[in-house]
């Protein structure tokens, strides 16, 4: 799962969780589909090494693999989202760190906080919203549907709990 529950070792927190995107291609595995594209797709290449059809078709394949690289890298970034849900006694605080680093923050009373699930008419299915002291507040939105599932279920029992 793409978030977790963190025991803080600030003893002021009863309980904080992480959210993020998942991210299904490491480092590793990033250089290893490049390296491995750029091969499949010089082989070509061989049949007309030394030729002038050699320099017409070889900018080409490198602005292919230069293409797949850049967006490859800019989707890693975009994905580097992280949302904090920190509960204390008497305060909730939702914490969403942007790709871009820019910061959004949510407070409320924990007692107050109630949480919904919008089946449609979200921007995705089962979108989840936390609302309290007057706003109402996207919390996991990237998640696949069924991890949005479970993150409802979570987060409705553990503010059940608190109440």
């Known amino acids: 799962m793409p978030y977790e529950w963190n025991t803080p070792s600030d ?4 309980q904080q ?23 499949f797709l010089s082989l070509p290449l061989y049949a007309v090494l030394g030729t ?18 850049f ?7 975009d994905r580097s ?20 680093g820019d910061t959004q923050s949510w407070d409320c009373n924990p007692f107050w ?11 995705v299915p089962n979108y989840v919203t936390l ?6 507040v996207e919390i996991g939105a990237f998640l696949s549907e069924d ?4 993150l409802y279920q979570d987060l409705a029992q553990t503010f059940r709990d608190y109440r």
């Open 17 to 39: 969780m992480d959210l993020w995107p998942y991210g299904s291609l490491p480092n590793k595995g990033f250089a290893i589909f490049i390296m491995t594209t750029f091969t």
């Open 52 to 69: 002038k059809v050699f320099w017409g078709l070889f900018p080409f394949i490198l602005l292919a693999i230069w293409g797949i690289w």
């Open 131 to 136: 609302s309290g002291n007057g706003r109402e």
């Open 11 to 14: 003893t002021s927190v009863r």
């Open 147 to 150: 991890e949005r599932k479970a």
């Open 81 to 100: 989202i992280l949302e904090r849900l920190t509960i204390r006694d008497e305060q909730c605080n939702l914490l969403r760190q942007n790709p871009k």
């Open 113 to 123: 906080v109630r949480v919904h699930l919008h089946e449609t008419g979200g921007p």
């Open 71 to 77: 967006a490859l890298r800019k989707n890693y970034k």
